[in-house]
């Protein structure tokens, strides 16, 4: 069943602007991850949260959690033109280890 | 340091042919070991995962089974392909214990049932 569903499906920007990607999750979950995945290629992990953090940082990248809400909020500050792939959030819930990948955003960043 | 590989990268074959897709990781051992299918513009769909030798969970009834024969290698198997096996195929480990760590991917395997 699906845990993570991100908004917007796809959201196409111009370089230099910010994108905001949010999931949104329906159990308690011990952690939420962000993930990369370029056109036809693997995925790459980008920052991971856990349930009793807010907010966290990583270069351009800024990840908010809200447990109340149930979601979870991407921030690509200053985006380029190689920021263009596909954003993934997965959670980890409390009854089980296994990560729930949502359906992703796709991003286009226009140069 | 830890690599993923998985292969082959591309794969073509015919309704009712067998399918075999390898993966190995290097650099640890007694990782988690699964794999997903993606279709086209969705999410990830786990299919199975392994804690161990031999120890396979499914987690979906399919056309496809798995198999770790040894500790860092992952085997996802068809006797007869469908149609609706197509899809890209992504092998990936984390490290045991695997709550709060990061999953790392393959590449993946594109499948094309014809």
């Known amino acids: 069943s699906q845990q993570g569903e991100e908004d917007p499906q796809a959201l196409s920007i111009q370089e230099g602007e910010n994108a905001t990607m949010n999931c949104s999750y329906k159990?308690?979950?011990?952690?939420l991850q962000w993930y990369r995945q370029n056109s036809g290629r693997g995925l790459v992990h980008l920052i991971l949260?856990?349930?009793?953090?807010r907010e966290k940082h990583s270069g351009r990248l800024r990840v908010t959690l809200d447990t109340s809400k149930k979601s979870s909020s991407l921030l690509i500050t200053a985006s380029r033109a190689a920021d263009t792939a596909s954003y993934f959030c997965a959670t980890e819930e409390t009854s089980g280890s296994r990560l729930t990948f949502g359906e992703g955003t796709q991003l286009t960043v226009n140069p | 340091s830890q690599t993923i590989h998985q292969w082959p990268a591309t794969l073509v074959q015919p309704v009712g042919s067998p399918l075999s897709l390898e993966c190995t990781v290097e650099?640890?051992?007694?990782?988690?070991l699964y794999w997903y299918r993606q279709a086209a513009g969705r999410g990830l769909q786990l299919l199975f995962y392994s804690v161990g030798i031999g120890q396979i969970s499914s987690e979906v009834p399919q056309n496809l089974s798995a198999s770790r024969p040894q500790d860092r290698q992952f085997i996802l198997s068809s006797k007869k392909l469908l149609l609706s096996d197509s899809g890209f195929y992504l092998c990936a480990w984390s490290q045991y214990p695997d709550s709060g760590n990061t999953i790392y991917f393959g590449e993946g395997s594109w499948l094309t049932v014809v």
């Open positions: 159990t308690s979950i011990n952690n």
């Open positions: 650099g640890t051992s007694n990782p988690n």
């Open positions: 949260i856990r349930s009793n953090e």
